[in-house]
C-alpha cells in the first residue's frame, strides 16, 4: 500500500473514484481534465494504491506566483476521496499526509472546505480546525507553513 503520484495511465483506475466522489461531467470530459491536471506543474494528483488497485485519491493545486507573496502563496485542496467501504483503514490520513508534505515545499498556505457533517470531522480527527465560512455547511480549513 502505499501513496504515489498519479499519471495519465492510472486514468482506468481513478474513473471509478472520480464517478463515486460525483461528477457532472463524461468520462471522456473528466479524463481529458484529468489530462490537462497532471500536465500542470501546479498540480498533483496522488492516489492511493494498494496492490495495484487505487482505493483513494486527492487533487491539489499550487495557484502559483503571487504578485504580493511571490512563489509560496496559496495552495488548495480540491479533492481527497476515498471508496467508502475502505475507509476507516487510514488511507485518508495517508493522502492528507502526502498532500500536506506537497504543498508544504510549493506554498504557504494550503485550504479547502469539508461538509460539516461528511467531511469534517474526518480533518478534525487529523487535528485541523474549520473556521466559518459564506457556506455555512462547508468550513474552510487551512494549514500555515509558515509557522
Not at 15 to 39: I, M
Request: proline share 5%; net charge negative.
Amino acid at each position: 500500500m502505499d501513496v504515489r503520484e498519479l499519471t495519465v495511465d492510472d486514468w482506468a483506475g481513478l474513473w471509478p473514484l472520480v464517478k463515486g466522489f460525483g461528477t457532472e461531467f463524461s468520462e471522456a470530459e473528466s479524463r481529458g481534465y484529468f489530462e490537462e491536471l497532471v500536465d500542470d506543474p501546479r498540480w498533483v494528483a496522488l492516489g492511493y494504491d494498494d496492490g495495484g488497485e487505487l482505493i483513494g485519491y486527492a487533487a491539489v493545486q499550487n495557484y502559483g506566483t503571487h504578485l504580493r507573496a511571490g512563489r509560496r502563496h496559496h495552495g488548495r485542496l480540491h479533492d481527497l476521496y476515498v471508496m467508502p467501504e475502505r475507509r476507516r483503514g487510514g488511507v485518508g490520513r495517508a493522502l492528507m499526509d502526502a498532500v500536506a508534505e506537497w504543498a508544504s515545499t510549493r506554498v504557504r498556505y494550503l485550504e479547502w472546505q469539508g461538509h460539516h457533517e461528511r467531511a469534517a470531522p474526518f480533518y478534525e480527527k487529523l487535528g485541523y480546525r474549520g473556521e466559518p465560512c459564506p457556506q455555512p455547511d462547508y468550513p474552510t480549513f487551512e494549514i500555515d507553513f509558515g509557522r
